[in-house]
């Protein structure tokens, strides 16, 4: 049974930093694509960031851009957001999620079939 668990979620002020963690489990994910959505109160989720699992190209949505950094730890089998320069439009649930067109890089939320429980950002001004 595939598992994706999310971490790292909290209050920050403006121009704080956070970091987000996805442990994932129950199968080999070395031909996924990994990414990160958000969703904010009465808004469509939308996509973030993505990488293949085995690693190379990244790819971020353009107002996340030079903040953002998305990685994958091999040897944890955990997938990671670092988040700096938080602004108060950031604030969202975060989602983790797995897509098996990997390694290519899509962002489509229909792309994607598994899913995390989603983690809360909440950036204050």
């Known amino acids: 049974q595939v598992q994706l668990v999310e971490s790292g979620g909290g209050l920050v002020q403006a121009g704080g930093s956070l970091r987000l963690s996805c442990t994932a489990s129950?199968?080999?994910?070395?031909?996924?694509?990994m990414a990160w959505f958000r969703q904010a109160p009465g808004k469509e989720r939308e996509f973030v960031s993505a990488?293949?699992?085995?690693?190379?190209?990244?790819y971020y949505e353009d107002s996340v851009k030079g903040r953002f950094t998305i990685s994958i730890d091999n040897a944890e089998s955990t997938l990671y957001l670092q988040m700096n320069s938080l602004k108060p439009e950031d604030t969202a649930v975060y989602f983790c999620?797995?897509?098996?067109?990997?390694?290519?890089?899509?962002?489509?939320?229909?792309?994607?079939?598994?899913w995390g429980q989603g983690t809360q950002v909440t950036v204050s001004s």
């Open positions: 129950g199968r080999t994910f070395s031909t996924y694509t």
């Open positions: 999620a797995a897509s098996p067109l990997g390694p290519k890089v899509v962002v489509g939320r229909y792309d994607y079939d598994h």
């Open positions: 990488m293949p699992w085995s690693g190379g190209s990244t």
